[in-house]
């Protein structure tokens, strides 16, 4: 049987993390057979450094962070006997969401967004391993939001795109077209920046304005 430890290491040597792992049912959508599902995301800090100095990068062809995560958890896939899954390339598309929540490691946060207990709103998914053996799992952690009481993810969004209401996309991709919007352009989404979490991930400003070129070109 394969230990969860040696795995979590077999992983960080490839900038990753273990984000989430649980033990799917038939209700899941995991591949048939899989006894174990890990949920694959940076580990900070210092993820960014590996990507960027991949041949993915550096050919300068389009979805050069996919293609990466394509090759670097395929090869992990491969190294034990599991099934590499990713949250791209569809559809249809893999519900890494629903797995997130499934792992017992993510929740919704006030604000509507994933939060997670050590990336914060920050929580990122590259892909998932499913594996046709049962792994120990470590306990799991309390949610994040349980213990905050300013709850600074509800009022940092200078629009107020995100709370009870839903997410006001058209507001969010309005104001990020504005000069003061490039604050959250360069630097990343202001309300998942406020979360007290997020600041101790140790994610890269420039990591967050690749992901904000991509959600807003």
């Known amino acids: 049987m394969q230990r969860y430890g040696d795995l979590q290491t077999l992983v ?7 984000l989430g792992a649980f033990h799917p049912d038939d ?8 006894q174990t599902l890990l949920l694959l995301g940076p580990h900070e800090p210092g993820f960014w450094a590996a990507p960027q ?7 300068r062809l389009p979805d050069a962070l996919d293609r990466w995560s394509t090759r670097v958890v395929t090869s992990l896939a491969d ?14 598309y ?19 967004l994933l939060v997670h207990d050590h990336c914060g709103l920050m929580v990122s ?8 053996e049962r792994v120990n799992l470590p306990a799991l952690p309390p949610c994040p939001c349980d213990g905050c009481k300013a709850r600074p993810c509800l009022s940092a ?8 209401a839903g997410y006001d996309v058209a507001a969010c991709h309005g104001y990020l077209d504005t000069t003061p919007g490039q604050d959250c352009m ?14 101790s991930y140790g994610r890269l400003e420039a990591q967050s304005a690749f992901h904000m070129r991509s959600f807003h070109p």
């Open 157 to 164: 969004c200078p629009v107020g795109a995100l709370g009870g």
């Open 27 to 34: 209700t899941d959508g995991a591949p048939a057979g899989t």
């Open 53 to 59: 100095a991949s041949p993915e990068f550096a050919d």
């Open 125 to 132: 998914y590259r892909g998932a391993l499913a594996l046709p």
């Open 12 to 18: 960080r040597a490839e900038a990753l993390d273990i």
């Open 79 to 92: 190294q034990i006997n599991a099934t590499a899954l990713f949250p791209f390339g569809g559809p249809p």
């Open 94 to 112: 893999q519900p890494f969401i629903a797995w997130a929540r499934r792992s017992g490691r993510a929740w919704p946060s006030p604000a509507g």
């Open 186 to 199: 360069s630097r990343g989404c202001a309300a998942r920046r406020a979360c007290p979490v997020s600041q």
